[in-house]
C-alpha cells in the first residue's frame, strides 16, 4: 500500500479512480495539495517540470479514515509486551517471561493483547504464576477489549483501595482501573512521544491518513507537542474523556476547533463495558453466567451528561455494545433533546436490534463500526457464539441492516489491530448470512463514512476537485 499526503504539485496518470462509475483511466492534477483537475488520461496536457507518476491503470483509493482508534494508546502498546499471539495461558507465561528480562527492577510492566476467547484450553491467568513471573516489578496484563485484565501482586499494591471491581484474592481487574491503567502508571513522556511516532509510521504503512482518537489532558498534550515538532502527515480527530466534560466546556471549545491536522471534536462517553469481559449491557444474560452486563450510568447521571455536552455544541462519541445500553442513550436522547447538526455518534453498537437502528436513522445519530470485531469474533464458535444467547449472535455487528436504512455509517479500527484492510475484508466476509456488505459500501465506510462523522465530508473522503490530495494506491484485498 503506498500512501499520498501533502505532495504539493503532483500529476497522478493513468489510474483508476474509486467511486468513480466506469473506472475509465484517469489523470489528476494536484496543485498545493488539493485535487485540481481530474481528466480522461492524456487530457490534462504537458506540464513541464511538474513531478508525476505512472499508475499504470491500477486503482486509486481516498486515504483511509480510521474512525475509532486508540492510537496514542496503539502507540504504547508497541512498547509494552505484546501478548496478541498468544495462543493458550502458557504461551503467555512464556511471552511474559522472555519479556521481563528485558527490564530492570521496579518497573512497571503492561502486557497488551491477549484473548482468551481464542484459547481452546480456557484455564484462567493465575496472580500466583504472575508473582513468580515478575517478583521485582508490577504487572498488569490488559485483555484485548482493555475492560479487563490482571495484575501481580507488586502491581495490586498500587492499585488504590477504593479503585472499582478489583479482585485482590485472583489479581482480577475490571472496567476503569484496566482501561485507565496509566493514571496508576503513567507512562513517560519520552514513551509517548516515541510511541506516538511509531503509531504515525503504522499509519503512513496501512494506508491511513485520518485518524480519530480518545485523549485525557497528558495525551492530548503530547499530540499538541508532537504535532508542533515534527509535523507529521495525519490528520487526527480528538474526543476528551468524560472525566474531563467540565473543564473542557468551560473554556468554551466548540467542536471543530483546531487545525487541518488536529481538531477537537468532543466528548467520549461509555455506557457499558465488553462482550468479552461479559459487561456489555443486554437484556438476558450471557450464557453460562448470571449476568446481563452493567450500564456504567444511571438514568439522570447520563441525562445530564448528554445534555450539557449537547448544549455546549460538542460532539458526543458514545461506547454503546449491548441493546440494554443502546436503549438507555436513545431514551435519553428522546427526554432531553439533541441537536441534528453535531452528528453525534455511536460507537459499537454490536447487538443493536432493528426497532433501535430504525430510530437511530430516524434521529439522525451516526453508526461508528469497527468491522474487525467481525473477523475477530462472529465466526460460529468464535466469542459471539461462544458468550451470547442465539439471537443476539444472529444480530451481532448487522453492517448490511445499517447500511440499507442508509444510517451514515463510519468504520474503524478500534486498533484491534490497526489498518483497515483487515476491517473491510471482514465486513465482505461477514459470516451472519445477510449480514456481509459489498467491496465498494466496505470502503466507503472507511472514508466518506468517517469524513461525515467528522463533518469532513466536503474535503476529505472523496477523490473529487476541490478536495484534499490524501490518497492510497497500490491495494490488494483478499476477498
Ligand atoms: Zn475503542
Not at 467511486?19 to 484517469?26: E, I, L
Amino acid at each position: 500500500m503506498r500512501r499520498i499526503f501533502n505532495p504539493g504539485n503532483l500529476l497522478i496518470k493513468n489510474c483508476k479512480i474509486f467511486g468513480k462509475p466506469g473506472y475509465k483511466a484517469s489523470d489528476i492534477l494536484i496543485e498545493n495539495n488539493i485535487i485540481k483537475k481530474i481528466l480522461p488520461s492524456g487530457k490534462i496536457g504537458k506540464l513541464p517540470a511538474l513531478k508525476s507518476i505512472n499508475l499504470k491503470g491500477n486503482m486509486i483509493y481516498p486515504g483511509f479514515n480510521d474512525a475509532h482508534t486508540h492510537f496514542m494508546w496503539l502507540g504504547l502498546k508497541m512498547l509494552r509486551i505484546n501478548l496478541d499471539a498468544s495462543e493458550s495461558v502458557d504461551d503467555l507465561y512464556n511471552i511474559v517471561s522472555e519479556a521481563v528480562k528485558k527490564y530492570e527492577n521496579g518497573k512497571p510492566l503492561i502486557g497488551e493483547g491477549y484473548d482468551e476467547s481464542k484459547w481452546t484450553n480456557k484455564t484462567p491467568i493465575s496472580k500466583k504464576k504472575l508473582d513468580e513471573l515478575a517478583p521485582n516489578n508490577p504487572l498488569v496484563l490488559r485483555r484485548v477489549c482493555g475492560h479487563r485484565g490482571y495484575a501481580n501482586t507488586n502491581a495490586l499494591k498500587k492499585i488504590p483501595a477504593d479503585c472499582m471491581i478489583v479482585k485482590r484474592d485472583t489479581g482480577e481487574l475490571f472496567e476503569d482501573v484496566v482501561l485507565y491503567i496509566h493514571r496508576i502508571f503513567p507512562p513517560s513522556e519520552d514513551e509517548l512521544m516515541l510511541g506516538l511516532s511509531k503509531a504515525i509510521k503504522l499509519a503512513e504503512k496501512e494506508g491511513v491518513t485520518s485518524i480519530t482518537d480518545v485523549v485525557n489532558k497528558g495525551y492530548f498534550n503530547i499530540y499538541q507537542k508532537y504535532f508542533q515538532k515534527y509535523k507529521p502527515k495525519l490528520r487526527v480527530s480528538l474526543y476528551f474523556v468524560a472525566a474531563l466534560m467540565d473543564e473542557i466546556i468551560g473554556t468554551g471549545m466548540l467542536t471543530g476547533f483546531g487545525n487541518e491536522y488536529l481538531k477537537i471534536r468532543g466528548i467520549k462517553v461509555f455506557t457499558d463495558g465488553s462482550i468479552g469481559a461479559y459487561t456489555a449491557a443486554i437484556y438476558k444474560n450471557y450464557i453460562g453466567k448470571k449476568t446481563k452486563g452493567i450500564l456504567i450510568y444511571n438514568s439522570k447521571k447520563l441525562e445530564s451528561l448528554i445534555e450539557k455536552v449537547n448544549n455546549n455544541n460538542l460532539q458526543l462519541m458514545i461506547h454503546a455494545i449491548g441493546d440494554r445500553a443502546i436503549q438507555q442513550v436513545l431514551d435519553t436522547f428522546n427526554k432531553v433533546g439533541y441537536s441534528r447538526k453535531l452528528r453525534h455518534r455511536l460507537e459499537h453498537i454490536e447487538l443493536v436490534s432493528d426497532k433501535q437502528l430504525k430510530k437511530i436513522k430516524e434521529m439522525g445519530l451516526i453508526a461508528s463500526m469497527q468491522p474487525n470485531f467481525v473477523g475477530e469474533w462472529s465466526g460460529p464458535g468464535e466469542m459471539y457464539d461462544q458468550r451470547l444467547p442465539e439471537y443476539y449472535y444472529r444480530q451481532n455487528n448487522p453492517i448490511k441492516k445499517i447500511s440499507k436504512l442508509k444510517i451514515p455509517m463510519a468504520f474503524g479500527s478500534d486498533c484491534m489491530p490497526f489498518g483497515p484492510k483487515y476491517g473491510i475484508e471482514s465486513a465482505v466476509k461477514h459470516p451472519i448470512p445477510g449480514s456481509e456488505i459489498n467491496l465498494n459500501r466496505a470502503i466507503e465506510a472507511y472514508t466518506t463514512g468517517s469524513a461525515f462523522a467528522e463533518h469532513e465530508e466536503k474535503i476529505k473522503g472523496k477523490i473529487k476537485v476541490g478536495y484534499l490530495a490524501d490518497l492510497v494506491y497500490n491495494i490488494k484485498f483478499n476477498i
